[in-house]
């Protein structure tokens, strides 16, 4: 608990960032967070405080691989120097590796047409690596929503995370320990439709708020079903939009966590083996 309070300490507000005349705790870590709608980075100390405000461009697109370094090389350059590097992608990744990229391989952003060079240039993509020559740091890449639920989970039994943003994405925590990654996004969901495309920002955008809760509501009802969580967390840019009163008799279950946790959440990448990394 004293390191708890200590922890807290060093925070100076609820963003997380480092207090007013603190010193920074080695190792520095560089965290990014790479999203369809914008490319967010920081750099944290190893309590978890962020040294630096957080750094933001747009996502634009179209988006090759190559491109997203140089960019992303360029967004952190304001930043503190970091002795680590950690990235958060929307996608499937495995050991460094990118197997699927939804959002990188359109022509022009979620919802438009796919382009075959780019699911070409994207396909097992070395992302770790290429970010580690770029930025000069050992470096670690996972699914997005992995390292949101690595910043927020609690280590107790069976904790989802559903994050709702660009698109729609999940992982899953058994007593702390991230399992398997699973590609739900892009599963059925209703209508001949995955959920990606049911509950993305496009579609909010097109049928309102309201409609868009209630699909919310169903698909946790179905990932309920599916996985029995004990514990559900939601996070991602559209989180703040999700309605209580929707969320019905799963709301003593669930809690509607900061944004900031997709950059917060890299920290974690270098703690222990509990990602399994």
Known sequence: MAEHDEQEDRRGDETGSLAPGA??????????DIGGTGLKASVLDASGAMVADRVRVPTRYPLPPDTLVQRLTKLVRPLPGA????????GMVRTGRVLSAPHFVTES???????????????????????????GCPTRVANDADVQGAAVVEGMGLEFVITL??????SAFLDGRLLPHLEIAHQP????????EQLGERTRREIGDQRWNTRVRKAIAQLDALVFFDRLYLGGGNARRVRRDELGEMLERTRIVDNAAGILGGIRLWEGDHLGL
């Open 23 to 32: 010193t920074p705790e080695r190792p520095l870590t560089l965290a990014i």
């Open 109 to 135: 952003g979620p919802g438009s047409k796919v382009d075959d060079e780019l699911v070409s240039a994207w396909h097992r993509f070395d992302l770790a690596g290429a970010l580690a020559e770029a930025l």
């Open 83 to 90: 002795d680590r590097v950690s990235a958060g992608f929307p």
């Open 189 to 196: 969901f209703r209508k001949g439709e995955t959920y990606n």
């Open 165 to 170: 943003g660009t698109g729609f994405g999940t």
